[in-house]
């Protein structure tokens, strides 16, 4: 009994030892987290960003949108395509049945 009691001891040292480097490393990467915030003189908040990266965010942003744009014009297109084809292959179906049909009752 008193073996099992040292070994809990010594467990919760070691669990404390542990959660007080961990409470160090919270406050340690807090520090990185942390950015410089700054009104413009539009009012916004701005996180410290330079003309280059503004621009480049912007530029990357136009770019994804177009790219949303022609994605969703080619998904218009291939649905309409495939709406045509299958009115077609319906179609054709439908003639090549009441063919068969006639062939059928002209054989009887």
């Not at 987290?33 to 700054?38: E, I, N, S």
């Amino acid at each position: 009994m008193n073996e099992d009691l040292k070994a809990n001891a010594a467990k919760r040292s070691t669990d404390s030892n542990n959660s007080k480097s961990s409470y160090e490393e919270i406050y340690a990467n807090k520090a990185v987290l942390d950015t410089p915030v700054t009104r413009s003189h539009k009012g916004t908040m701005t996180s410290g960003l330079n003309a280059a990266e503004t621009t480049f965010y912007r530029l990357a942003a136009v770019c994804l949108g177009l790219l949303c744009v022609l994605l969703l014009a080619a998904v218009t297109v291939l649905c309409f395509t495939f709406i045509t084809e299958t009115d077609q292959l319906q179609t054709n179906y439908t003639n090549l049945t009441i063919e068969a049909f006639h062939i059928w009752v002209l054989e009887k």
